[in-house]
């Protein structure tokens, strides 16, 4: 049984040998695995892609779901995540994806729970498999990461995807660029990149990788009119026109169209944003197949 929590718990020999399972799946070795049992996917914040290509890659590899939604579960009477987890091992669940909005939202599960927990993004700490389908992403347009330099631009506090991306892209030999705006920095970040401008950012990076502006973090206002944050830190038209002939551009998705980057962007020739949603359900069948360890 192996949890898969955050990118830090990874070696870089496991980081690769996710990478090389995902491509296995993507090149179509999908042989159904019987009893592997039972998956439930729990969601307590929204997600489109997350949920949905879990559910494919569980289908995949020969898992049947046990549906969940926390709006008509027990939550609702205030049972604890504990409760809901330890009580859908008891039934029979071998696996649980869970996306919670509490940073760290695991460790109240370590202790009592014996079946493998997969962190589908927790608060604005960490979201493991969403690095592990970027990386996938890069790694066949690149064929590997060193000496390559990756962009991670816009609202780097409050995102998951910057926090474990900046860890792993450095563990594995890329530079990597920061850029966005100041009161969205996290200093914390520097040990492992260097925060430039955008312009800069956009003409020197291999990979522009997009943010999305995290409005249900922000409490609010973030400052900025949609348009005033396009032209300053968004990919506009004119931007991408000064990024390299080889260079990509990727996005976690969902996009906010024209204000992270210019709609027509979204599936231009270097966008690769539906390639990594595509990539995700096989990365996503490799992290049960180490999760369940078949
Ligand atoms: N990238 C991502 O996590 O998308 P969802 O929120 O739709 O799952």
Known sequence: MKHLLSISQLTTTEITEILHDAEMFAKGDCRIQKGLGYAANLFFEPSTRTKSSFEMAERKIGLDIIPFEASTSSVQKGETLYDTVKTLEMIGVNVVVIRHPQN??????????????????????????????????????????KGLEVAIVGDISHSRVARSNQEALNRLGAKVLFSGPHEWSDPSFQENGQYIELDEAVERADVVMMLRVQHERHGGSIGFSPDQYHLKYGLTADREKRMKKSSIIMHPAPVNRNVELADELVECKRSRIFKQIQNGVFTRMAVLKRALEF
């Open 104 to 145: 760290h939202f695991y460790l109240s599960l370590m202790e009592n729970i014996h079946i493998p927990v997969i962190n589908g993004g927790d608060g604005s700490g960490q979201h493991p498999t969403q690095c592990l389908l970027d990386l996938f992403t890069i790694q066949q347009e690149f064929g590997g990461f």
